[in-house]
């Protein structure tokens, strides 16, 4: 087989270079996006500047649907709409200001049960030739990939198909439907990262059909003797090409760390808690990339790459989330929770109004760290891998000459000394003191050790885990120059460096287990009476993954699921994933208790 984890759609996303595409949605909702959920992050600052969004261009399409009754109707059930097997509506709404002309039992308007068990009204359906005249315009203007989020789509998805239906039939060779992608309420997430994976999808398979453009057509079509092509996504599952996307490989990169560190950490019988540490030094590199990754058990991972340290916990099970915000853009979709903090082997080293600064800004690749400087000795910008070197924690002998404006030099400790020095006496005269030179770089040491430090405690302490209780798994070219003195910090006891430490994240990649997910939506009310019709909907899908997994080889005991339920109470709109059981293929799920699963993940 072949193993694939990529950072193409991640920093298409950073730099802004994805692709060109349109939103598609409900008239009247134009500006949603862009109004977005209200949240202030930076409350108090005075200059707020917004990410722009990832889309062109908006088309606003005349249809709408809307559900019958209200979400708090303290009588939902008793005022619901009724229908019988076949989804005929056999009784209409019975709630305030009911009409029995209006609410379906005369046929007029038409309402359908959607997915999620809701009466939905369709108000109007889109119209074919308008639609297509509107889709015609935007494909005249060059537009081939369009992102299509319609009001209560994620319980009656028909419209979306529809639209997609007739996209396609234009020309549109790129669709992202929001009731496919994420059949999820809340409109505003589902949209942002419908339009996300419009934006980055493209993107990410222009970069594979280079790849495959190398290789013979069966390596792609998957030929009876062809190996098999896998790809990280975001959650650390490994997918096939059909159900890889931009949406779903944010965090492919790091991902592989994740699994690295886990699988090889993690003593399932003793079930000490970890947390991983994996770094590297910064240096210059032809394809100007800097960035390494860490991880963690019941553990934490710590990634401390050439710009930022990346960190995250496991406990014998992957820690997931299911909404963050990358460059600006708030993302729903399940992806490993990785705490990024601006603090790496690359990061500069400034002393500003009194104070020992490591980052937020770095030295990148060009021109890197002051030692190994591609524009010119003695011009890169101090950074922690200068601070490293004039610790004795970097051998200059044990690195290849490959440095300086003419890539045949060796590192150049003199340049770091040098700057090194003048810091020192800015210091120095600021304090009125006496640091020696070893003083003032280990003094920027620490300040990144504290740096590196605090999403850790962010990861445990915040969470109510006690962090000495952790073991610390290093990794990474430079994970072992901050290991110890992170755990000191930490009151950590034991460090684990694992023989593949430097190489973690590809080993991670080469361990990493095949992943299916399916979800469906579900407004019920959890109840006793509901149970048994919640867990016959888990049972449908578990059957479903069990069977696409059994498609591609994996059965029995080899097979392991994960069943949750996405609850919350009653008048309250933020939600938490319930686990309620993990049985093997081959043995019968075990009796599920998904309300105490949900309680004690909600006190903490």
Known sequence: YIRLSTTVATNALLERKGQKHALVITKGFKDLLLIGNQTRPKIFDL????????YSAVLEVEERVTLVGYTSDPQAAEH?????????????????????????????????????????????????????????????????????????????????????KVAKSLGFTHISLSSQLLPMIKMVPR????????????????????????????????????????????????LDLDNFSGLKSILSGPAGGVVGYALTSWDEKEKHPIIGQAATFSVPRKEKRGKVL????????????????????????????????????????????????????GSCLTFRNDLFLAGPESAGAEPGPATS????????????????????????????????????????????KAGFEKVAREINEAFKSNLSLDEVVYGFIKVANETMARPIRTLTEARGFETSKHILASFGGAGG???????????????L?????????????????????????????????????????LN?????????????????????????????????????????????????????????????????
């Open 47 to 54: 200059n707020i500047r917004r990410a722009a969004p990832l």
């Open 80 to 164: 619901a709409v009724q229908f019988d097997d076949d989804g005929k509506v056999t009784r209409g709404y019975r709630g305030p200001q009911w009409d029995q002309n209006v609410h379906g039992e005369t046929g007029e308007p038409e309402i359908v049960r959607g997915l999620s068990g809701e009466a939905v009204q369709i108000l109007r359906r889109p119209d074919e030739e308008a639609l297509k005249a509107d889709l015609g315009k935007l494909r005249e203007e060059g537009y081939t990939s369009i992102a299509v989020v319609l009001a209560h789509s994620y319980t009656f998805p028909d419209h979306e198909l529809f639209i997609g």
């Open 191 to 238: 949209g942002v990262s419908s339009t996300a994976d419009a934006y980055l999808t493209p993107i990410l398979y222009e970069y594979l059909d280079g790849f495959f453009a190398g290789f013979d057509e069966q390596l792609r079509t998957g030929g009876v003797d062809a190996p098999r092509v896998e790809f990280m996504a975001s959650d650390g599952g490994l």
């Open 294 to 345: 860490t991880q963690a058990h019941f553990s934490f991972r710590l990634d401390v790459g050439g710009t930022s340290t990346d960190v995250s916990r496991y406990d014998g099970r992957y820690e997931t989330v299911y909404e963050t915000t990358t460059a600006g853009v708030t993302i729903q979709s399940p992806q490993l929770d990785i705490n990024t903090v601006a603090a790496g082997g």
């Open 373 to 416: 400087d591609r524009r010119g000795r003695k011009g890169g910008p101090l950074a922690v891998t200068d601070a490293n070197l004039m610790l004795g924690r970097l051998i200059p002998d044990y690195f290849p000459k490959i440095f300086g404006k003419t890539a045949d030099q060796p590192l150049d400790v003199e340049a770091s």
């Open 481 to 495: 120059q901050h290991a110890c003195e992170i755990a000191k910090q930490l009151n950590i006891k034991k460090i």
């Open 497 to 537: 460096i694992h023989r593949y430490s430097s190489i973690l994240s590809a080993y991670g990649l080469a361990l990493a287990d095949r992943a299916v997910e399916q979800q469906e939506p579900s407004a019920e009310v959890f109840s006793e009476s509901s149970s048994s019709r919640l867990l016959g909907r």
């Open 540 to 604: 449908n899908l578990t059957n479903s993954v069990k069977a696409a997994l059994e498609k591609q080889g994996f059965s029995g005991r080899r097979v392991v699921f994960e069943r949750y339920l996405n609850m919350r109470w009653e008048g309250t709109d933020t939600a938490l994933m319930a686990l309620g059981s993990s049985p093997r293929g081959d043995e019968d799920v075990p009796k599920e208790d998904f309300e105490d699963a949900f309680k004690k993940a909600y006190k903490h």
